[in-house]
């Protein structure tokens, strides 16, 4: 199996055991607990600690900039994780949703997996307090040739830091099908 290949199995199988509830986490795990009323309750690494107000894990400013450009039938996306602290992260995960479907077959950098018809998800790599992650490229060929596309960019999964920012981890960018690069 080739790297990228045994990569995108490790972020598919992170996927999988984030949308039920269980996510391995460096050090120790977090998982919902039933609480009684069906919601559950977040215990682990990164949860804030029975009758404390302050986070039991790390703290992170997770932050993307980057840019979009949309030509005929082809969304390029050139993302640039950073993170301002205080504390490093030694990974997360970015999620990108666009308002076009994909293509069937697509070729995705590697730490990237598909996980629906308009969204995907990539690794960012170690977060170095102050620093940032690795760059993420993706050539995304879609179904149909849109006029416009709006792409949503947001942390999935941060390893269970507590983000007091997250205005600057949740964009919106709208590029439209005339091959200029828009900057977020």
Do not use: K
Request: proline content about 4%; glycine content about 16%; some cysteine.
């Amino acid at each position: 199996m080739r790297r990228g290949a045994v990569r995108s199995v490790v972020v598919a199988g992170s996927l999988v055991l984030g949308v039920t509830g269980l996510t391995a986490v460096e050090g120790g795990a977090q998982a919902r607990a039933a609480d009684g009323t069906g919601t559950g309750a977040l215990v682990g690494v990164g949860a804030r600690a029975e009758g404390a107000g302050a986070w039991a894990g790390p703290e992170a400013d997770v932050s993307y900039h980057g840019r979009v450009r949309l030509t005929p039938g082809l969304l390029r996306l050139w993302l640039v994780p950073a993170n301002v602290g205080p504390s490093a992260l030694p990974n997360a995960t970015v999620r990108v949703r666009l308002s076009a479907d994909l293509a069937e077959r697509q070729e995705l950098s590697e730490g990237c997996a598909r996980i629906g018809s308009r969204e995907l998800v990539c690794e960012t790599g170690p977060l170095p307090e102050h620093g940032r992650g690795r760059h993420i490229g993706l050539a995304m060929e879609l179904r149909e040739h849109p006029g416009e596309v709006t792409v949503r960019i947001d942390t999935w999964w941060n390893g269970g830091a507590s983000d007091r920012n997250g205005a600057n981890n949740e964009l919106a960018v709208l590029a439209l099908d005339t091959g200029d690069s828009y900057a977020f």
